[in-house]
């Protein structure tokens, strides 16, 4: 089983779409004042307008702005987080081993936090049996 899709609920959706597509990088797919999604490379990241149509909140039911932890992997994370504090994201935890693995953690605009691991990117070499 894999991670196919990951829902993000924003107050302002012309804010969250600038943070996922330019400041992280992402390729946005389709894009609507309710509804935006990003590719990404295996899952689909969908934006979610937490208000309705009135303006008012969703009820207890319903999860509002901020909700939600989706999670990204990168080959270079140190590289990732110098570009992140570059462009003034807010880091809230700075890369570090976790279980074995380099992770940190960022701030989007809603205070959401965000998870990025590194990862190995396959090796270049063939190998021949």
Do not use: K
């Not at 389709?30 to 990241?45: K, N, P, Q, V």
């Not at 074995?100 to 090796?123: F, H, K, M, R």
């Amino acid at each position: 089983m894999r991670v196919n899709y990951a829902i993000v609920f924003v107050s302002d959706m012309d804010c969250s779409i600038a943070f996922y597509r330019d400041t992280l990088g992402l390729a946005l797919r389709f894009e609507s004042a309710y509804w935006t999604e990003f590719e990404t490379e295996g899952a689909t990241l969908a934006l979610h307008a937490a208000e309705s149509a009135d303006g008012e909140r969703f009820d207890s039911e319903h999860p509002t702005a901020g909700h939600c932890r989706p999670g990204f992997s990168v080959p270079d994370l140190r590289g990732f987080h110098d570009r992140m504090l570059e462009r003034g994201v807010r880091c809230l935890r700075e890369p570090s081993d976790v279980a074995g693995s380099l992770v940190a953690q960022y701030a989007d605009p809603d205070g959401l936090s965000i998870s990025v691991g590194e990862y190995a990117p396959p090796s270049s070499e063939t190998h021949h049996s």
